[in-house]
T-cell receptor, first 115, second 108 residues
Framework: DTGVSQDPRHKITKRGQNVTFRCDPI?????LYWYRQTLGQGPEFLTY????????KSRLLSDRFSAERPKGSFSTLEIQRTEQGDSAMYLC?????????????FGNGTRLTVT | GQSLEQPSEVTAVEGAIVQINCTYQ??????LSWYQQHDGGAPTFLSY????GLEETGRFSSFLSRSDSYGYLLLQELQMKDSASYFC?????????FGSGTRLQVQP
């Protein structure tokens, strides 16, 4: 169990640029989640995959955000035309097959700074 | 609507006991979880309650009352390393919804 891996750890970009983050979940985990966290707040749900299917997407997520999990393994989160308000820590989590109660295993996140 | 309420900060001394309360409002509730997050670190799972009552895991215990939409995390024999943020989160139909967190500061 090597844990959930996220890349890059930090990303600084200029407003208007596109960015893409990668998440490699724990290998046996079929569920993958993306969350966003700002300072002093809890993780905010963005989207959720079960295998390769994107089952839920937050209504708060604008059309500039898109996520994929093409083969049911790693996932990417892309933000197009970044805005300063997108600056946050982007967390990926995975959980094993089973009930919805399975604990989430989080990666260390990608910290995005939009200048 | 859907929401969770927990105190923003709690301070306690080493060796003491502290209770972090959480109230929630949601339709479609499966259970209440607690996660710990140290500064700069990832959230890590502490405990989960699906049914009313107390769950104990070492120095940490968690309680749930579904009829009151209320739960708490109890930390005993506090240690300096327990200084962190603690999040309650409810399991809905699909994804975990987190509260804003309680920052616990343990003083010597």
């Amino acid at each position: 169990d090597t844990g959930v891996s996220q890349d890059p750890r930090h990303k600084i970009t200029k407003r208007g640029q596109n960015v893409t983050f990668r998440c490699d979940p724990i290998s046996e985990h079929n569920r993958l989640y993306w969350y966003r966290q700002t300072l002093g707040q809890g993780p905010e749900f963005l989207t959720y995959f079960q295998n390769e299917a994107q089952l839920e997407k937050s209504r708060l997520l604008s059309d500039r955000f898109s996520a994929e999990r093409p083969k049911g393994s790693f996932s990417t989160l892309e933000i197009q035309r970044t805005e300063q308000g997108d600056s946050a820590m982007y967390l990926c989590a995975s959980s094993p097959p089973g009930t919805v109660n399975s604990p989430l295993h989080f990666g260390n996140g990608t910290r995005l700074t939009v200048t | 609507g859907q929401s969770l309420e927990q105190p923003s900060e709690v301070t306690a001394v080493e060796g003491a006991i502290v209770q972090i309360n959480c109230t929630y409002q949601t339709s479609g509730f499966y259970g209440l979880s607690w996660y710990q997050q140290h500064d700069g670190g990832a959230p890590t799972f502490l405990s989960y309650n699906a049914l009313d009552g107390l769950e104990e895991t070492g120095r940490f215990s968690s309680f749930l009352s579904r009829s009151d939409s209320y739960g708490y995390l109890l930390l005993q024999e506090l240690q300096m390393k327990d200084s962190a943020s603690y999040f309650c989160a409810y399991t809905g139909r699909r994804a975990l919804t987190f509260g804003s967190g309680t920052r616990l500061q343990v003083q010597p």
